[in-house]
Nanobody, 123 residues
Framework: QVQLVESGGELVQAGGSLRLSCAAS????????MGWFRQAPGKEREFVAA????????NYVDSVRGRFTISRENAKKTVYLQMNSLKPEDTAVYSC????????????????WGQGTQVTVSS
């Protein structure tokens, strides 16, 4: 059974930083692209970032490029999202995902999803 468990979400002031973590189990981690989606209240779910199994391909939505960094440690079966210069519009539930491709995860979605962690950015 595949499990993706996120952690690290909390309330932070605008301009601050957070690091989200996602621990995976039940899958051959290095065979999967990993990524993050987010959903704000009343809005559609949005792709945020993805990284290929070997870390060579990374993809970001334009609104976070230059502020967020996705990384992974295959030995620990963990993917991270470092979020800097946070803005109130980054407030959302952030979900960790696993799928076949990082390059097209924004269009293709993902195969496995975590429950999500709440990130709230106050102004």
């Amino acid at each position: 059974q595949v499990q993706l468990v996120e952690s690290g979400g909390e309330l932070v002031q605008a301009g601050g930083s957070l690091r989200l973590s996602c621990a995976a189990s039940g899958l051959t981690f290095s065979n999967y692209a990993m990524g993050w989606f987010r959903q704000a209240p009343g809005k559609e779910r949005e792709f945020v970032a993805a990284i290929s199994g070997d870390g060579s391909v990374i993809n970001y939505v334009d609104s976070v490029r230059g502020r967020f960094t996705i990384s992974r440690e295959n030995a620990k079966k963990t993917v991270y999202l470092q979020m800097n210069s946070l803005k109130p519009e980054d407030t959302a539930v952030y979900s960790c995902v696993a799928g076949p491709t990082a390059q097209y995860m924004d269009r293709m979605g993902a195969q496995y999803w975590g429950q999500g962690t709440q990130v709230t950015v106050s102004s």
